[in-house]
């Protein structure tokens, strides 16, 4: 039992810093998206919000508003590079499916 526990702590603790790194390096994102492509909104919102399960692999998921159609490869070619070593989903509000946006508005982290 006490073997149980001190990995279940450990890994609890290892999610967490994952998710330290991974909200660290979501708001460094935004700033990016709102300098350099004009974004006026960012949301995260995914597994990084929740209390869910977080790896090595989880992605940054990013609702975001007001960036130009033609900007869009390359903020999300910026992003990926600042917020290595995690992928960014960068998601445009202006065309995200309804259900995406409730969620991220109702779950979510405005950055």
Known sequence: MI???ALNKRNSEKIERIRS??????????VL???KYGAKRVILFGS???KAYLHE????????EGIKKDELLHA?????????????DIIPLETAHKEIVDAAKEKGMEL
Do not use: H, N, Q, W
């Open 3 to 5: 073997y149980t526990e």
């Open 21 to 30: 790194r991974a909200m660290d390096s979501a708001k460094k994102v935004a």
């Open 33 to 35: 998206l709102k300098e």
């Open 76 to 88: 999300g070619f910026d992003a990926c590079v600042v917020a290595a070593p995690f992928d960014v």
């Open 48 to 50: 990084i919000t929740r």
């Open 57 to 64: 692999g989880s992605d940054i998921d990013l609702l975001v």
